[in-house]
DNA sequence: CTTTTCAGTAAACATGTGTTCACCGTTTAG
DNA sequence: CTAAACGGTGAACACATGTTTACTGAAAAG
């Protein structure tokens, strides 16, 4: 008659026998982290989701988030943490697909695609949260952003791409691919996924912003200096 | 001499004694969509807010809120319907100011601002509902906006504006302008509003940003239909 | 082996929630 | 002028919430 926790993750997993108590902690703490970004793929916003709710879908008792968490807040930028560590892998990943500079957008899009449906939400927690919902982790997440815009621009002056553009141009650039990026995302995230024709719709839309930008970007006349 | 209210101090706005039983439903109706947009720009979203909390910021009693709205959705939705009109009057307004083609986007922009911060909730509130929140109201959010990138699609060829390119690369313009503006409402809006120049900041790169777009619209190659 | 530490538990609390119901007083329609 | 329609009221309900307090039992430290 045990009816297990409904997480993916099952609670034994054997080598839950056998943890030392600070993995446990960190296993639980993981869960609460987990069972919030669960609730929002439902369809919530984080400044809606209570603590029972989250403590509920993890399967702890309430009392419990104090062990982990001060408050809601403290919880919600550890998803932003996580969330910039997602990005900061992607980009990591995305430094290895540098060789053909043929069709770069084309295949970018590709890996991102594939990153993307891997970290769906963590995703859709950072689109969502961007702009709506709690001011502190709202910029949290601006923070995190920015910081993945300017390491994104670093490394396209390290692959001498378009080497005539000032890192100010270049961080512009970026900055306008990195909005589209998460513009997309959530398009994509939300469709029915038993839809391949919709999505690939949605992707091609997508690669064609990215060559506008990129065209605009190639045509850019770097203003002289103001005297 | 007016005979004295049986309720003792009330006070008389002249209007709303005049005001015809319809008049006044519109009133306390459009009072609850205000007081939901105020605690939205309070920093919550929209689907943290509770309905009690709706009518005691409207002033009135929990229960009238069923004479208005059959749910909490109901009212998300008018808001919706309201951010709408919003976009659709921003649209009418550029309509007239076409004649000089020098330097539109600067010019467009500035009227953009004045309108952003005339209806500041109705931004915030659309941008930060389009990704976050109720499945319900993002899908209303996003036909509004598609509903505006296709009219401002159809003003632009209607301008001649870029006759060479297709209609649907127009509305892929139209698209990236539109994201890029609702972005840029989030990033404005946020602001403490007495830095102004840090404000200024923001819609510099603002500007850059969509220089860079229809810089890449200008320089555009239509391929050529498939075979 | 003993003692301390500490993640998780159970019960209780004050307060807030959405929704229902019968009711009132004015506006409207016949 | 009378009767109906109707926006707003107040009390009540069953239940959910965040947080506190004291407790448990196993892992860690001595």
Redesign the pocket.
């Known amino acids: 008659m045990s009816k297990p926790s409904p997480r993916g993750a099952s609670i034994d997993d054997g080598a839950t026998e056998f943890a030392?108590?600070?993995e446990?902690?960190q296993?639980?703490?993981a869960s609460l982290l987990d069972a919030a970004l669960k609730l929002m793929a439902e369809g919530r916003s984080f400044t809606s989701l209570?603590?029972?709710?989250i403590t509920?879908e993890a399967g702890?008792?309430?009392?419990?988030?104090?062990?982990?968490f001060r408050?809601?807040d403290e919880l919600g930028l550890a998803l932003v943490d996580e969330g910039g560590a997602t990005l900061r892998q992607l980009l990591r990943e995305a430094r290895k697909d540098v060789a053909p500079v043929n069709d770069i957008i084309r295949r970018s899009v590709r890996s991102y695609l594939q990153f993307l449906k891997a970290r769906q939400m963590h995703f859709m927690f950072i689109a969502g949260e961007r702009s709506g919902g709690s001011p502190v982790i709202r910029s949290a997440i601006r923070n995190q952003v920015n910081l993945f815009v300017l390491e994104m621009s670093q490394d396209l002056r390290r692959l001498n791409f378009l080497p005539n553009l000032s890192t100010a141009t270049l961080q512009l650039l970026c900055g306008l691919v990195v909005n589209t990026m998460l513009n997309a995302a959530s398009d994509i995230l939300d469709m029915p996924q038993d839809e391949p024709a919709l999505e690939q719709a949605l992707v091609d839309n997508f690669v064609r912003q990215l060559r506008m930008i990129f065209l605009g970007a190639m045509n850019w006349k770097e203003p002289a200096p103001k005297a």
Not at 50 to 53: K, Y
Not at 60 to 68: D, E, G, K, L, Q
């Open positions: 030392t108590r600070d446990r902690k296993r639980t703490r209570g603590l029972r709710e509920r702890v008792v309430p009392t419990s988030f104090y062990r982990h408050d809601m």
